[in-house]
């Protein structure tokens, strides 16, 4: 198998998201709507120049506040396409917004995005998929998944001989507490 750990362990790009987040359980809504924004700014390209462009996006996305985000409008779009600090993709801009305000829904509904994934937890990934993508836009198998091992809901993010894997078990994430 071929691991992110293998390539990340000592890249300039990748070392910090790879040692300090992936696979870390215990984020809120904000850091979640990032890295669920992340992952569909990914889809189709490498995640080498979404970490690239992380903290262009974080800034135009105003650090991803899901309030801030779910009400751009128009002007906010075109600054958006317009910035080439981002990918500039429109449908993949216009899903963002749009999983803000669904983020929003879930704090009526459910107490909030974190409160929804813990009680949906645990499922295989493929029902996660049916679930995300009857709730969210742009949220395909590989995103879904990757946002799931990126947050500790699905195992995977680390191999079992890579030193971050005890920091992550450490951390006890949701896939770990669903197996015991």
Not at 30 to 43: G, T, V
Not at 109 to 133: A, C, E, N, Y
């Amino acid at each position: 198998m071929n691991w992110y750990c293998d390539v990340a362990h000592d890249h300039p790009i990748h070392k910090d998201y790879h040692d300090k987040e992936y696979g870390f359980p215990g984020k809120g809504e904000q850091a979640l709507f990032e890295l669920l924004a992340l992952e569909i700014f990914q889809a189709g390209l490498s995640w080498e120049l979404v970490l690239k462009k992380r903290a262009g996006t974080v800034e135009a996305f105003d650090q991803f506040d899901v309030d801030t985000v779910a009400a751009y409008g128009d002007k906010d779009i075109a600054r958006l396409l317009d910035n080439p600090g981002i990918i500039r993709n429109k449908l993949k801009v216009n899903s963002i917004i749009h999983n803000a305000n669904v983020l929003i829904g879930l704090r009526e509904s459910d107490g909030g995005f974190v409160t929804w994934l813990d009680k949906h937890h645990p499922m295989v990934k493929d029902d996660w998929v049916k679930l995300f993508r009857k709730t969210f836009k742009f949220t395909g198998p590989e995103v879904v998944n990757e946002f799931l091992m990126s947050t500790g809901y699905l195992p995977g993010a680390h191999s079992d001989t890579c030193p971050v894997q005890k920091s992550v078990l450490k951390a006890n994430p949701p896939w770990l507490k669903a197996q015991k």
